[in-house]
């Protein structure tokens, strides 16, 4: 019978992460109610087995689909029980992760001191972990707040200082990214010339990685310049 009920445990497991896998690949085409059918239906086993793991990645889900869609109650509260899912298994990935998550809902809400100190919690994690990309990452959306407070030098160091990460990652896709953040900048200061160079550049590598929605913001934006 033991080893029966870890059987049935195992294959329970296995559906509620499909489940997940399903409801990830719905919210990416905005399929918002089959996402969210397929996320409650891997949260409720996830649960009933115990797998915080598991349950930390299903509300984070869950709290991404409502800020998408505006309900930044439900997506602090989504998250906020994700975060302490991941931290009563000592997941500290999954942690940060979290605080970048509440950082981006805070920064949507035009909240910027709460969000910069979100994603500082998020980057401290980050170097103690020793995780580059994710360094870049949060080190990249607290200079997007700044943008959003108009502190255009102090956004500047962070997006160059992530853009330094990437380039010595050879990530052509976080390098896209920078350069556009970066051409933006520098059209905001008025150098118009070298926001023409970095927009250009970050065109190149968006058109290098297939990234189609990349290719039109960076034309976008090039053509504003």
Do not use: P
């Not at 302490?84 to 970048?100: E, F, H, P």
């Not at 910027?112 to 949060?138: P, T």
């Amino acid at each position: 019978m033991l080893v029966r009920e870890e059987e049935v445990g195992a294959g329970e497991k296995g559906a509620a992460d499909a489940r997940l896998g399903l409801g990830r690949v719905a919210y990416r085409m905005s399929s918002f109610e089959e996402a969210k059918l397929a996320y409650q239906t891997s949260l409720e086993i996830y649960r009933r087995l115990q797998e915080k793991q598991g349950e930390g990645s299903v509300l984070s889900g869950l709290g991404d689909m409502a800020r998408i869609v505006g309900d930044f109650e439900r997506a602090k509260q989504h998250y906020l029980d994700g975060l302490r899912a991941y931290q009563s298994i000592g997941n500290r990935d999954g942690t940060s992760m979290v605080y970048n998550n509440l950082g981006v809902l805070c920064e949507t809400q035009g909240l910027c001191e709460e969000a910069i100190a979100w994603h500082q919690k998020s980057l401290d994690i980050k170097r103690e972990i020793g995780s580059r990309q994710g360094i870049a990452i949060s080190l990249s959306n607290i200079g997007v707040v700044y943008y959003s407070l108009n502190e255009f030098e102090t956004s500047r160091r962070y997006a160059e200082e992530t853009a330094a990460i990437y380039h010595a990652l050879n990530d052509r896709q976080g390098m896209a990214d920078a350069m556009n953040n970066l051409g933006l900048l520098d059209f905001r200061v008025k150098d118009f010339a070298r926001a023409r160079e970095r927009l250009g550049q970050a065109l190149h590598l968006f058109e290098q990685v297939g990234d189609q929605w990349g290719v039109a913001l960076a034309q976008l934006n090039l053509g504003k310049v």
